[in-house]
């Protein structure tokens, strides 16, 4: 069966500080992969979405970014995190009857 | 660009009644409508998708509608549980394999 796994669960980083949020999936193969992100009592707000390896494609402006270096991984980093950057990050993929998600990294910037 | 709109305030409903979510799309209509469960701290779960061409589907105790007329869809929950309480979440996409647009999500509180 399919599987995603995200780590970590929880983060708490200085603002200026660099992230790097891992995302891998196991049990399929070229998988369509997504990053979202949630506010506070607020909808999912995607961010990223890659359909391959190198190939990455940016829904909003900001100061994040994203790669896939493998088939089944997906990475979402940033040089210098701001506060606004604080949020619950989920990292999802496409099946044949919806999205899975993985558990999620909240993220709070200080 | 597509907005999903949910009703943003929580709906208190007591154990063994029907509840009965709202969600309105804005702009064209989408070739999915898909339902997600989510709990304080997680991802949301998968419950339900619905195409355009499709009138209503169950899963168990969930009924989904999908209206296009209306640009809406209607979530129930019959003979809901306390183990229901949760945030209900909708989302659309134009395409099977295309990105999904999500709602703010409506909160449920199912009361004993």
């Known amino acids: 069966s399919q599987t995603i796994h995200q780590w970590p669960a929880t983060l708490v980083q200085p603002v200026g500080s660099p992230l790097s949020l891992e995302c891998t999936v196991e049990?399929?193969?070229?998988?369509?992969l997504y990053w979202y992100r949630q506010a506070a009592g607020r909808g999912l707000q995607l961010l990223f979405y890659?359909?391959?390896?190198?190939?990455i494609s940016s829904e909003v402006p900001q100061n994040l970014s994203a790669s896939r270096p493998q088939d089944r991984q997906f990475i979402l980093s940033s040089k210098k995190l701001l506060l606004s950057d604080s949020g619950f990050y989920l990292c999802a993929w496409l099946g044949n009857y919806g999205y899975t998600f993985g558990s999620g990294t909240r993220l709070t910037v200080v | 660009s597509q907005k999903i709109e949910q009703n943003s305030e929580a709906l208190n409903i007591q154990e063994g009644k029907t509840a009965t979510l709202t969600c309105n799309y804005t702009n064209y209509s989408p070739a999915y409508l898909q339902w997600y469960r989510q709990d304080p701290g997680r991802g949301p779960v998968f419950l339900l998708l619905i195409r355009e061409n499709e009138k209503e589907k169950r899963k168990e105790r969930l009924k989904v509608t999908f209206d296009t007329t209306l640009k809406q869809s209607l979530f129930h929950i019959t003979a809901s549980q306390p183990a229901d309480s949760a945030t209900y979440l909708c989302?659309?996409?134009?395409?099977?394999?295309?990105?999904?647009?999500f709602g703010g999500g409506t909160r449920v509180l199912v009361k004993p």
């Open positions: 049990g399929t193969s070229n998988p369509n």
């Open positions: 890659s359909v391959g390896i190198g190939q």
């Open positions: 989302a659309a996409s134009e395409a099977a394999g295309n990105k999904l647009t």
